[in-house]
Nanobody, 120 residues
């Protein structure tokens, strides 16, 4: 089992910045990917950014150049630095971790979600 604790959401004006953190604990030694997803009211949960165990990153087109995902493997923590925020970035942001179980099958874990609200 893996537990995820998110922090860093809040209310910010357009053009501002926020930094989300997600600390993982438990059976994390077979982590193969970490990432952030977001879900706005009435919408599906969409990928924002991912980072592999090797450090490769992937971003949604809507956040490229504004958001940066990073990880501190020693702290089992993944971060999302969000700059130049727009009202359309308003959503609940979820941390995601994918871990291989003892049968080497990928298992997905999700954080509880943190609200990000960007005012115009």
């Amino acid at each position: 089992q893996v537990q995820l604790v998110e922090s860093g959401g809040g209310l910010v004006q357009a053009g501002g910045s926020l930094r989300l953190s997600c600390a993982a604990s438990g059976d994390t030694y077979r982590t193969i990917a970490r990432g952030w997803f977001r879900q706005a009211p009435g919408n599906e949960r969409d990928l924002v950014a991912t980072i592999s165990s090797g450090g490769s990153t992937n971003y949604a087109d809507s956040v490229k150049g504004r958001f940066t995902i990073s990880s501190d493997n020693a702290k089992n923590t993944v971060y999302l630095q969000m700059n130049t925020l727009k009202p359309e970035d308003t959503a609940v942001y979820y941390c995601h971790v994918q871990v291989l179980n003892s049968q080497l099958r990928p298992i997905d874990y999700w954080g509880q979600g943190t609200q990000v609200t960007v005012s115009s």
